[in-house]
């Protein structure tokens, strides 16, 4: 399914998304919508614009990949799936994030991955690395990952 939301209202795109029979999904021209895929699963969902608040809250098991950046809250207490952003990421990126990845190709705001925690089976990772796709492999990048044997996991960060 392709849907193009120009000035679409988020309540109205939700819906959309939700009640698709399809599971590969492409929204074009998002400008600002809100709570795009919150809780949901079983979708691929290809984001071309600037998906707004909250992108992927309380996400169960979809695949998104952005197009450009984010707005503040993306994967907010995501727990499982994975989020891809070819761009940057606003502040509080994986609040409280519970388990699934998050890939930023670009920068991420204040806050990012704070409340980040693990349980049992569930481990929250965000990567956000380098524009330059030749320098991924060779520098550093940031896994914000809990790691430890107790089963309400710290955050630590490895460089």
Not at 45 to 66: D, F, K, M, R
Not at 85 to 108: E, L, P, Q, W
């Amino acid at each position: 399914m392709k849907i193009q939301a120009d000035l679409m209202h988020f309540q109205l795109l939700n819906d959309l998304v939700r009640k698709s029979e399809d599971a590969n999904i492409t929204i074009n021209n998002c400008t600002g919508q809100r709570y795009i895929a919150s809780a949901l699963k079983g979708k691929n969902i290809t984001i071309n614009g600037t998906p707004g608040n909250a992108l992927g809250c309380y996400l169960n098991g979809c695949s998104i990949h952005v197009y450009g950046n984010t707005q503040e809250a993306t994967g907010d207490t995501m727990n499982s799936g994975s989020i891809y952003v070819h761009g940057s990421c606003g502040d509080a990126t994986g609040y409280g994030m519970r388990g699934g990845k998050i890939f930023i190709r670009g920068n991420s705001g204040y806050r990012t991955g704070i409340h980040m925690k693990a349980y049992r089976d569930k481990l929250p990772v965000i990567v956000a690395f380098d524009e330059k796709k030749k320098t991924i492999l060779k520098h550093a990048f940031f896994v914000l990952e809990p790691d430890t044997k107790n089963p309400y996991k710290q955050l630590y960060t490895y460089s």
